[in-house]
């Protein structure tokens, strides 16, 4: 059980292309969803916090209005970079929380691993 | 900042030996978890211990947690190359608007056959 799928795995596009990156839970309900950046060999970095039905909760440094959140439904959380540049590209990973409480898990997707040319 | 420090940053042992993987943190916590990435993938929850227990064991892991010295040890026994992976501690704070988990920076361990 609780399983969360990420869409698409791969992307590699031009510059200025804006990229959406689904995530999903298959098996549960989500009310909070998190987006993290990852770079080679590093440790995660919490971009923002995803809640069903409210805006997202972005943390300090990252900018809104490049990287958009919509979590519009309990399963469902897209992050899309706008006008996409080289130094987005980075590995991408979401993860899913039954509930708001801390004391429990967060189930992670497979990643994206986005390549701007 | 990064709430977790862990180390080592790397660790190469043969197959059936234990692994050993610490975690350092700065402010008090509601509970720290741990988990394992392999190369290329998402993160999968191993374990989580709360901040009144001590020690947690899961299978051939065992976790022990010191909140007076904030620190966390993952001891992975008779490791098999299988567990060859990136492991992670994370802390949820207890003032934490919406829980949130600040991760370590994280162990590489190669478990050689």
């Known amino acids: 059980g609780a399983v969360v799928s990420q869409h698409p795995s791969r992307v590699i596009c031009k510059s200025g292309t804006s990229v959406k990156i689904e995530c999903r839970s298959l098996?549960?309900?989500?009310?909070?969803m998190f987006w993290y950046r990852q770079f080679p060999k590093k440790s995660l970095m919490l971009m923002a916090t995803s809640n069903e039905g409210s805006k997202a909760t972005y943390e300090q440094g990252v900018e809104k209005d490049k990287f958009l959140i919509n979590h519009a439904s309990l399963t469902l959380s897209t992050l899309t970079v706008t006008s996409a540049h080289p130094e987005d590209s980075s590995f991408y990973i979401c993860?899913?929380?039954?509930?708001?409480?801390?004391?429990?898990?967060?189930?992670f997707g497979d990643g994206t691993r986005l390549s701007i040319l | 900042s990064q709430q977790g420090e862990e180390d080592p940053q790397a660790l190469s042992i043969q197959e059936g030996e234990n692994a050993t993987m610490n975690c350092s943190y700065k402010?008090?916590?509601?509970?720290l978890q741990w988990y394992r990435q392999n190369s290329g993938r998402g993160l999968v929850h191993l374990i989580l211990?709360?901040?009144?227990?001590r020690e947690k064991h899961s299978g051939r892991l065992r976790v022990t947690l010191d909140t007076s010295k904030k620190s966390s040890s993952l001891l992975i026994t008779a490791s098999r190359a299988a567990d060859t992976a990136s492991y992670f501690c994370?802390?949820?704070?207890?003032?934490?608007?919406?829980?949130?988990?600040?991760f370590g920076q994280g162990t590489e361990l190669s478990v050689k056959p």
């Open positions: 993860s899913a929380r039954t509930g708001g409480y801390s004391n429990q898990p967060q189930h």
């Open positions: 211990i709360r901040s009144n227990e």
């Open positions: 098996d549960f309900q989500a009310t909070t």
């Open positions: 402010t008090s916590i509601n509970n």
């Open positions: 994370a802390t949820a704070t207890a003032y934490n608007q919406g829980g949130k988990l600040i």
